[in-house]
């Protein structure tokens, strides 16, 4: 199955829509130029299965871990979307499934403001939240300023490049890239290894930064650029955006103070403000009820969500990502919805990130 998923990628990388348009214009019609195309495809199979089984060879020897969008460690949030990608090559072990993550993207000509602010927010998230992961790009600017702040304060932070794991762009950043495999982050990627870096590449990924995350925070961006690709399909993905106001004067404010004045944005100045948009929970608060030990009532009141959840958990204990795949339920939703129900008393966790039903 896992040579055919990844010919199934190479085949969508070969085929696009101008293909499509091209072979109906010269067909005259839809079933014709589905021939065509199918005819095209099935002449370059035996060399996209020779292609997809040295893929699946060169990851086994370099420790890079293939997964497809039918895992379970498939990025739940991502595979919401009529995109995503068959196939993505994951080098580090980041929980792809977090119960809290957050995109940060925008301008690679960055000003100290955009710095001071990623700083502010990121410091204030990781002392309220400490399990959120941040997503970014590993490029210049504000992707590198993300991932660094996420670092240092010990957050897990996932890369998602343009290229195959075979290179790393731009190479200036290799030591960060390694600092996140090394710790609890990632660099994930759907492009073969010998995959270079072209500027097509670096717009289709931003679909997997936007896909993969709860929001997507706009710290600086012109009014043109990658940031504000990404923004669009976050929108486009019915995820919340996020932006932080700027001077008037700054052109690398004029992307967020645009997305922010045509209600495309939430303006935010905090980490408080994307905390309290989003329905997260202090993981202080969190603490302070199971330390208080609160107790359910005999004759629980559930919502739909609290149903779905506590219906699941009765058959046996189970981890989030499994709740995410049985009840349907988005991460983000599903979050505080367990949130809700350790407040009733009527879940708690166990160790090994199960999560069990008090009967």
Request: glycine share 6%; charged share 25%; net charge negative.
């Amino acid at each position: 199955m896992l040579p055919e998923l990844i010919i199934s990628q190479l085949t969508l990388g070969k085929l696009n829509l101008l293909d499509a348009k091209r072979a109906f214009d010269e067909t005259g019609s839809a079933e014709e130029a589905l021939k065509y195309l199918s005819s095209r495809v099935s002449a370059d199979f035996p060399s996209l299965e020779k292609k997809a089984r040295e893929e699946i060879e060169w990851c086994n020897n370099n420790k890079v871990r293939i997964i497809t969008i039918s895992d379970p460690d498939y990025p739940q949030r991502l595979r919401n979307c009529c995109d995503a990608p068959m196939v993505l090559f994951v080098r580090g072990k980041a929980n792809l499934n977090a119960s809290h993550t957050i995109s940060i993207v925008g301008t690679r000509q960055c000003t100290t403001y955009g710095r001071d602010c990623i700083d502010k927010i990121v410091d204030e998230i990781a002392e309220r939240l400490p399990d959120v992961h941040i997503v970014s790009g590993l490029a210049y600017g504000i992707d590198i300023a993300a991932h660094r702040a996420a670092m240092r304060k010990g957050l897990p932070t996932i890369g998602v490049v343009a290229h195959g794991q075979g290179t790393l762009y731009p190479a200036h950043h290799r030591n960060e890239a390694n600092k996140m495999v090394l710790g609890n982050g990632a660099v994930i990627t759907e492009f073969l290894h010998d995959v270079f870096p072209e500027a097509r590449n670096f717009l289709q990924r931003n679909r997997i930064i936007a896909g993969i995350s709860d929001a997507t925070l706009i710290p600086e961006s012109a009014i043109h650029g990658g940031g504000m690709v990404t923004a669009r399909l976050t929108i486009d993905y019915s995820r919340d955006l996020f932006a932080i106001p700027g001077s008037i004067k700054s052109p690398m404010s004029e992307g967020p103070n645009t997305l922010i004045r045509d209600n495309k944005a939430i303006l935010v100045t905090s980490a408080g403000d994307i905390i309290n948009n989003l329905g997260w929970h202090d993981e202080q608060e969190v603490q302070l009820a199971r330390k208080k030990g609160i107790e359910r009532t005999i004759f629980t009141e559930y919502t739909d969500d609290e149903r779905k959840i506590v219906e699941a958990l009765e058959k046996a204990d189970k981890t989030i990502d499994s709740l995410c795949s049985e009840t349907g339920l988005p991460i983000s939703t599903l979050s505080a919805t367990i949130f809700s129900l350790e407040m009733k008393g009527v879940i708690r966790s166990l160790p090994g990130s199960l999560l069990h039903f008090i009967v």
